[in-house]
């Protein structure tokens, strides 16, 4: 199951909880200077325009969102709410919104993204609403928790896989070579230790060895002289 459905899941079954028409669910990106959205459930009956999976965020134009991470603590927004800035206003209170609450998604203390409620009516959320929301966003931190160890785990055995090929490709190799670079090695030994002792014809035959067998050598390499 993809981390998207997980979280569309959990999505869809915690709006009834707090008593929501829409959750959107944003995980912050590796480098920490915005969020993508990660799940968007909305009720049938609210025809909306939402940004869509995949749309990345800049926090730099979601003050209230960076301060939900960095406080790690949840905050209900009326459409009302003079401390939210023009922008920020026109994106939560669009389409009919009259009431926010976004929740951090923390994991051992650890931020990594956030899970926001959306309503049509006025004063929809409560203080044990948040604290609700902000159990399901521990819950979906876990679910992001565990896909990413479980890409990290695949990493590695990857990595590992990768590593013994190679191994065994070096050894294959190593094998393989020492066959011509022996013949090499002898045939040049005897060249310099008793070529006065040789005839033209064998001095000959020795460099053939020689240069047969680093051809051979070269082709076990992949280097190619021309």
């Known amino acids: 199951t993809s981390i998207n459905g997980v979280l569309g899941t959990i999505s869809g079954e915690t709006m009834p909880l707090i008593g929501a028409e829409c959750c959107e669910i944003e995980g912050i ?29 800049p926090l730099s134009d979601w003050p209230i969102t960076q301060r939900v991470l960095e406080d ?21 209170f669009g389409d009919g919104t009259q009431t926010a609450l976004v929740a951090p998604m923390a994991i051992n203390d650890r931020s990594i993204g956030t899970i926001t409620y959306y309503s049509r009516n006025r004063n929809a959320f ?12 521990s819950l979906a931190a876990l679910a992001i928790d565990r896909v990413h160890l479980g890409e990290d785990v695949e990493s590695a055995k990857r990595a590992a896989e990768t590593d013994r090929l190679r191994a065994a490709l070096l050894t294959s ?13 002898g045939a040049a030994t005897t060249l ?15 460099l053939s ?16 002289a021309q």
């Open 173 to 185: 190799l190593s094998h393989d070579l020492r066959t011509p670079l022996a013949a090499i090695v």
């Open 72 to 92: 790690q603590a949840p905050l209900i927004l009326d459409c009302d709410d003079l401390a939210i800035s023009v922008s920020e206003r026109q994106s939560f």
């Open 29 to 57: 990106v590796p480098d920490l200077t915005a969020t993508v959205i990660l799940a968007q459930i909305l009720v049938p009956d609210w025809r909306s325009n939402p940004s869509g999976i995949g749309t990345v965020l």
């Open 192 to 206: 310099r230790e008793v070529s006065e002792k040789l005839t033209s014809e064998a001095k000959l035959e020795l």
């Open 209 to 224: 060895t020689i240069i047969d067998e680093s051809e051979r050598s070269a082709k076990l390499i992949g280097y190619n």
């Open 126 to 137: 409560t203080n044990d609403d948040a604290r609700l929301a902000t159990q399901f966003g």
